[in-house]
C-alpha cells in the first residue's frame, strides 16, 4: 500500500506570493491533517478535513486555508506569504481521524520564503 | 503551547546502551502516542498507549504511562545507530474537538554512536 504522498517535496517563493501543497493519503483514509513544524514552535496543527469537510483548525491566521477532494485528496493554500511561513509542512492521514488512531505522515513539503 | 515537553532535549549514547526519554502533558488525555523522525523527514508512528495502560511494549520499545503524574517514558534498549532520530511524544485532548489533531511535545533529539 502507498504510504502518504506529498508535493511537491521543496518550494522557495517570495514574500507576497501565494502556493498550494498537495497531499495524497493512504488509499482508504479518509481524514487528513496538516501540521507546520518550526525549530522555533515545534509541530503546530493547522486544520483537518475529512469528506471534504473541514472539522477541526488550530490557530492560525486566515492566510493559511485547505480543501479536500471527494477522493480525500487535500491541498493547502497560504496566501501572501510572510517570512515566518518558513518551516515543514506535514500532511498525515488516517482513518477516521479519531483519537485513538495513530496518523501516517507524508514526507513533508519544505516551503522557503525569501 | 505545547501539551507535552520531552526530556531531556537532547541524548548521546553508544551503540548497545539503552535511551530513555520522558514527556509530560498538561490536561487529560485519552492516548498518548509515540513518534520518530529522521531529519527532515516525517514522522513515523511508534507506539499508543491508553489512558488506562500503564505500559506497553513493542519490540525493542518500552512505554509507560503514570496518568496522576501526567508523565510518560520511552526507553530503547539495545540501541542501534539507525535509531538516530527525533523522538516526539504526542496526546490527544479529551474533547469534542480533537479530530486529527495531536499535540506535540519538543522531542528528543538521540543521536547513536557505532
Known amino acids: 500500500k502507498a504510504g502518504v504522498t506529498q508535493t511537491p517535496r521543496y518550494l522557495i517563493k517570495t514574500r507576497g506570493q501565494q502556493v498550494t501543497l498537495s497531499c495524497s493519503p493512504i488509499?482508504?483514509?479518509?481524514?487528513v491533517s496538516w501540521y507546520q513544524q518550526t525549530p522555533g514552535q515545534g509541530l503546530q496543527f493547522l486544520f483537518e478535513?475529512?469528506?471534504?469537510?473541514?472539522?477541526n483548525k488550530g490557530n492560525f491566521p486566515g492566510r493559511f486555508s485547505g480543501r479536500q477532494f471527494s477522493n480525500s485528496r487535500s491541498e493547502m493554500n497560504v496566501s501572501t506569504l510572510e517570512l515566518g511561513d518558513s518551516a515543514l509542512y506535514l500532511c498525515a492521514s488516517s482513518m477516521t481521524g479519531e483519537a485513538n488512531e495513530k496518523l501516517f505522515f507524508g514526507s513533508g513539503t519544505q516551503l522557503s520564503v525569501l | 503551547s505545547q501539551q507535552g515537553e520531552e526530556d531531556p532535549q537532547a541524548l548521546s549514547i553508544q551503540e548497545g546502551e539503552n535511551a530513555t526519554m520522558n514527556c509530560s502533558y498538561k490536561?487529560?488525555?485519552?492516548?498518548l502516542q509515540w513518534y520518530r523522525q529522521n531529519s527532515g523527514r516525517g514522522l513515523v508512528h511508534l507506539i499508543l498507549?491508553?489512558?488506562?495502560?500503564r505500559e506497553k511494549h513493542s519490540g525493542r520499545l518500552r512505554v509507560t504511562l503514570d496518568t496522576s503524574k501526567k508523565s510518560s517514558s520511552l526507553l530503547i534498549t539495545a540501541s542501534r545507530a539507525a535509531d538516530t532520530a527525533s523522538y516526539f511524544c504526542a496526546t490527544d485532548l479529551r474533547a469534542t474537538d480533537s479530530w486529527g489533531k495531536l499535540q506535540f511535545g519538543a522531542g528528543t533529539q538521540v543521536v547513536v554512536t557505532p
Open positions: 498507549i491508553r489512558s488506562n495502560e
Open positions: 490536561t487529560s488525555i485519552n492516548n
Open positions: 488509499s482508504g483514509h479518509r481524514s
Open positions: 478535513y475529512f469528506s471534504e469537510t473541514q472539522r
